[in-house]
């Protein structure tokens, strides 16, 4: 006898960037805390913020979700994850591992994997209470419909019911709902079972008419009017990048992002974010590097060569040399690690046009890309300070030279990265370092040696925003009515 579907529920959004990844970990933490195997999915995910799992990648927003549940990520919680490689196309990871490139031009081509995307999804159903599916853009884009896998494409295929999230912060939440629920033909529509308004600020009462007129033209009911969760900037983003130039008041050590077109891993800066006594000046096109930074970082990049072109293009490697001469830090973070040195070369084309350019010379180290990929989560030591922490490496390509016989860090069996004689210029391959306390503690200290002491317990606070994301969709949110529709999969089939 086939055993009967588990329940499952989507949630959709009106476009990017509207809540739909943290209202799944709100949901997922939720329904974790009341006992039930809460398993998050997401069918197609385009990101260059990756998560490193035992069994391959994943986007970071999927890592995050699986925590909430309290689970290990895994790469059937997100089959298909393309990460951009500018306007050329994308790097396919699928189920978890590289399976070649998409061209802009042949994006429908997407539609190939939902094999794959079924596949996973069946799979990590087995043993679960419930399935939260997290779409991907809108639904309404209708020229990508024929072939979605992301959305009401994958809906259908699964009979998973919907639920459709507008966000109210960013203006046009009544068009925007009302105009997806017009645009899109019957036997989609009738897959969407509800709405829900997010990031509301102010008297939630006020917005009753509004509610009112979404309903009445589109036949869905409210499942809430959820207010603006100030504390969601606690939690890894995937997407949102928060650039500014201006100084935090009472901060005492500076540190300056050159954001370069393809940076990735960016979630690696969200723990100094979170420092009282740390201004994270995250520095876009056009301005200049602060010349009174402590630290500056080069993140990781998914196209090295090219950003190493944006940088010089910014003028920004001046202003790095200058800080250099000036005594200041300098961190490189994979990509960024292999632009300190003074070659990289790409001769298979894995990241654009085969070639090579001159990196920055910072370390005495080059860099050749080839085709093994690297994906995998290591416990490390600091060796400056012995302190201990847990990280991840994703990256193409071999660094070697002189300064890596100063690697920064320890592994199982091996050193990790390189640093200049004089300490001030380090770069590794590892993801994740300033989540651990310790270490985070140690390289702030080795910049400011006066610097307070941290009262910062990152991984807790994740937690607990977590917890407190819960409570809020609790609160805010119909969870009963969602777990309700969520049961009608049983019935759908």
């Known amino acids: 006898m086939a055993r009967p579907p588990v329940p499952a529920i989507m949630i959709l959004g009106t476009g990017s960037n509207v809540g739909k990844s943290l209202i799944v970990a709100g949901l997922c933490r939720l329904f974790a805390n009341r006992g039930l195997k809460v398993r998050p999915f997401k069918p197609q995910n ?11 990648e994943i986007g970071r927003a999927q890592a995050l979700q699986a925590r909430a549940a309290r689970i290990a990520p895994h790469p059937d919680m997100n089959p298909v994850l393309l990460k951009p490689e500018g306007e050329q196309g994308s790097q396919i990871i699928l189920q978890g591992r590289v399976a070649g490139r998409l061209a802009s031009r042949d994006f429908a081509r997407r539609g190939d994997f939902m094999p794959q995307v079924l596949d996973s999804f069946e799979r990590l159903s087995a043993g679960a209470d419930l399935m939260i599916v997290e779409g991907a853009g809108s639904p309404a884009e209708t020229n990508l419909r024929a072939r979605d ?81 100030a504390d969601a900037v606690r939690l890894p983003a995937e997407d949102g990048l928060d650039i500014h130039s201006g100084r935090k008041a009472g901060a005492r050590i500076r540190i300056a992002v050159p954001v370069l077109p393809g940076i990735a891993n960016f979630d690696d800066l969200d723990p100094l974010k979170l420092e009282g006594d ?3 000046a995250m520095i876009g096109p056009g301005q200049p590097l602060p010349g009174d930074a402590d630290l500056i970082i080069l993140p990781g990049s998914k196209t090295t060569l090219r950003d190493l072109t944006a940088l010089r293009r910014e003028g920004w490697d001046i202003d790095i040399l200058a800080h ?53 989560e290591v416990d490390f030591i600091d060796t400056g300070s012995s302190a201990r922490g847990r990280a991840y490496e994703i990256h193409l390509g071999r660094t070697e030279g002189t300064d890596t016989t100063r690697a920064p860090f320890r592994v199982v069996g091996r050193t990790e990265g390189a640093a200049s004689p004089d300490g001030r210029v380090a770069g590794s391959y590892l993801h994740g370092i300033f989540a651990s306390d310790a270490v985070r503690g140690a390289w702030l200290k080795a910049i400011d040696g006066e610097r307070r002491v941290s009262h910062l317990l990152y991984e807790d606070a994740v937690d607990e925003t977590l917890d407190a994301l819960a409570a809020h969709l609790g609160e805010h949110f119909d969870t009963e009515t969602l777990l309700d529709l969520a049961r009608t999969r049983i019935s759908m089939r």
């Open 46 to 56: 385009m990101s260059n913020n990756a998560a490193a799992t035992q069994a391959g």
């Open 149 to 229: 896998i992301a959305n009401l494409g994958f809906a259908r295929a699964a009979d998973v019911p919907a639920v459709l999230i507008g966000d109210i912060d960013r203006g046009g939440v009544i068009a925007s709902l009302v105009g997806t629920h017009a645009v899109l033909d019957a036997e989609d529509r009738t897959m969407i079972r509800a709405f829900a308004v997010n990031r509301f600020r102010g008297a939630v009462e006020l917005f009753a008419p509004g509610v009112a007129t979404i309903s009445e033209a589109t036949g869905w009911p409210c499942l809430g009017v959820v207010p603006w969760f």
């Open 278 to 280: 740390v201004d994270l």
């Open 324 to 376: 250099r001469r000036r005594g200041g830090h300098v961190l490189g973070l994979c990509g960024g690690y292999q632009m300190l040195g003074h070659v990289v070369r790409d001769p298979l084309g894995l990241e654009g046009p085969p070639g090579e350019a001159p990196g920055l010379g910072l370390l005495d180290v080059e860099t050749t890309l080839d085709a093994d990929k690297t994906v995998r």
